[in-house]
């Protein structure tokens, strides 16, 4: 065969200010006008503690990107407009470009994009509320619906109130400051403070550093160390004139950031709460209980024991309030392990077949049900987000903690999620007609305001469970598809831990119906490993990867189309993103019999690069198993290769680095394989901006030529 590898080239400047980009079908460009239809919708929701008022944000309409803070009195239903930022900030951009390093790299942590106000903490009460705008502090009175800006010592981040909204505490050039004020709260010595490092951030669900005491005379503060760990550079090829960029990165078998916590006190006054961090190393939670009393959440380094400590912030003693162990790894269940109000401890209870729950070691009743969340507490009850039955649908359910029955709060297919204060409960369910969030307040119901461009496409997907192992699949055939006109098959995959693919959530089909559009039938599926069908089934990765993901997508290929005969097995291509990037080309070069072209986006291409809270959660050290990383490294599989294969990654991705898709593509070259690479440059492991609806024209041309 002769050798040959061809570049795709962009000319992106930034992901989400790229400026004009030519998409010329009406769905795609539709989609990148609109922010994927999310542009105008309301988020960051947050009630006040009594249940009363409402905070949110939201655009001004379907395409505008600029998010605005606005306040909801319940009582009234008065909605009033609490901070415009291009008011506060005439000019501006948006641009990620512009803000502080720190902002920028914890908006890739938590997938957040936003061209106005990216996030905001306020009071209990809602009466004040802090945000930044490029590095600049503003204090919002909610009531009032004025702003102001506050001098800072730099380019601020992360800004919280304390309880009554008199001092904000924020983060500048990796140091902790009280307004008003102008000298750093955290000691000069070398550490980064107020911050949760990348691990945290990423993997571990904890994406702030420090926290009020509800006194407001300390500060509850992460120190975090990162000395130890190895840069990573990202030059962008696109600007040879500027600077590479570095950072700190834990990888997989290398160190740990060294994160402390200390009480600040507002008087000088310093504590450092001590656990037993060695064995303990990551902190997953930290919550002050009173001002006499914080709760910590800890877990070793393979994450097979988690536990609940109360400390002493006088004398930074520490106790155990419980402890979860599991063989393969403690799976985290948000809002657990938890204390309730009257001391019981909350933990989570898995069997091999549910997720559940216990108090105080003995387990609740919750029969029938998967516990995902644990939301918070309404009426006296757990108030819980659940699967009941098949995976597809996620319920709202009250639990109740003294062995009553559940009762159920939501209704109809679709994924619903919940928020609750008093008595307050905010319902967001997300069906096929379309996505609605229903406030319910003092036996009264309404409706939050919803600007965002309605969802073209009403999918309705078929959904099956297939082989002895029950997996979730779905189908979505062409909208003028004639039963009998057999069809390519397009695997649109994801396979790894931590997200469900499957499910009956409107937004995740719309790009799925358009790539049935163009002529093919989109296959779905949920194999081994990921989550929300049982705990057997998602740790049936343990220790490796691929061979697990493998065997099941194409045991699911094959069971589809024994019942769906229009799809043809002898045209099959398969797209993903990160792990199902990974997927993609794993697919076209272990089972080229099966899969005859591939899209792998952003595939982490070798584990032993890749960090280490998740990686280790679920292959264990390098050093302790060096046969599954191996195996589940796709560099040695390059002179296998013989299908169509592109890899796409961005050049300033800082989650799965592009030496990922740079090395196999060495690999690749080396072994004289033919494949094709599109490089993004300024892009990140995100694609907002046009960014991805630009990449699929590219993934349909590609998979046109290679399957036809």
Known sequence: MTFHMSYYWSGWRRAANIGPVTITDPYLSLSARTGRFGYGAPRATVLSEDGTRLLLLRSAGPEDQVDRLHLL????????????????????????ADLPDTERRLRERIRLTAAGIGSYAATPDLAVAAFTLDGRLFRADTAAGTCTELP????????????????????????????????????????????AEF???????????HWWRPDGGALLAARVDESALPRRYFADPARPDEQPEDFAYPQAGGPNADVQLWVLGLDGGKVRLRWDDAEFPYLCAAEWAGPDEVLLTVADRLQQHVLLLSADPATGLSTELSRTSDEFWVDDLPGTPARLDDGRLLTVHDTPDARGLALDG?????????????????????????????????????????????????????????????????????????????????????????????????????????????????VVYPRDHVPGRR??????????PGYQAVANEPRRWQLKQWWADQGFAVVTTDNGGTPFVSPAFTRTIFRRFS???????????????????????????????????????????????????????????????????????????????????????????????????????????????????????????????????????????????????HVAQAELAFLRGSLS
């Open 362 to 474: 003995k387990p609740l009743d919750t029969a029938g049900l998967q516990i995902r969340r644990v939301v918070g507490r309404l009426r006296g009850r757990l108030l819980c987000e659940t699967g009941e039955g098949d995976p597809f649908d996620q319920h709202v359910h009250l639990v109740d903690p003294d062995g009553g029955p559940a009762e159920r709060l939501s209704s109809g297919p679709g994924v619903h999620s919940a928020l609750a204060a008093g008595d307050t409960l905010l319902l967001t369910s997300a069906g096929p007609d379309g996505i609605r969030r229903t406030v319910r307040h003092a036996g009264g119901e309404r409706e939050l305001t919803d600007l965002a461009a309605a969802l073209p496409y009403r999918v309705e997907p078929r959904l099956a469970r297939v082989t002895e192992r029950a997996l979730p699949t779905a």
């Open 199 to 209: 691990a945290a951030a990423e993997e571990l669900g904890r994406s702030r550093g």
């Open 547 to 693: 061979q697990v993901a493998l065997d099941d997508q194409v045991a699911a290929l094959r069971a589809l189309a024994a019942d769906h005969p229009d799809l043809d097995l002898g045209r099959v291509g398969v797209r993903g993103w990160s792990y199902g990037g990974y997927f993609a080309a794993l697919a076209v070069l272990r089972r080229p019999d099966v899969f005859h072209a591939a899209c792998a986006g952003a595939p982490p291409t070798d584990f032993r690069r890749y960090d280490t809270a998740y990686t280790e959660r679920y292959l264990g050290l390098p050093q302790q198993n060096p046969a599954g990383y191996a195996a589940d490294s796709l560099i040695a599989d390059a002179p296998s290769l013989t299908r169509p294969l592109l890899l796409i990654h961005g050049l300033a991705d800082d989650n799965v680095h592009p030496s990922h898709t740079l090395l196999l593509s060495q690999a690749l070259t080396r072994a004289g394989r033919p494949h094709s690479v599109l490089p993004l440059p300024g892009v990140t492991h995100m694609t907002p901006g046009g960014v991805q609806e």
């Open 73 to 96: 009195d319940l009582a009234t239903g008065e909605e009033r407009l609490v901070a415009d930022p291009a008011t506060l900030a005439p000019g501006r951009t948006g641009d990620p």
């Open 487 to 496: 069809l390519p098959v397009l695997l649109d995959v994801y396979g790894g």
């Open 152 to 195: 800072v010592a730099g380019p601020a981040f992360d800004p919280r109130p304390d309880a009554t909204g008199a001092r904000i505490a924020y983060v500048a050039d990796d140091a902790l400051y009280v307004t008003p004020g102008t000298e750093p709260l955290s000691p000069a010595d070398g550490a980064r403070w107020g911050v």
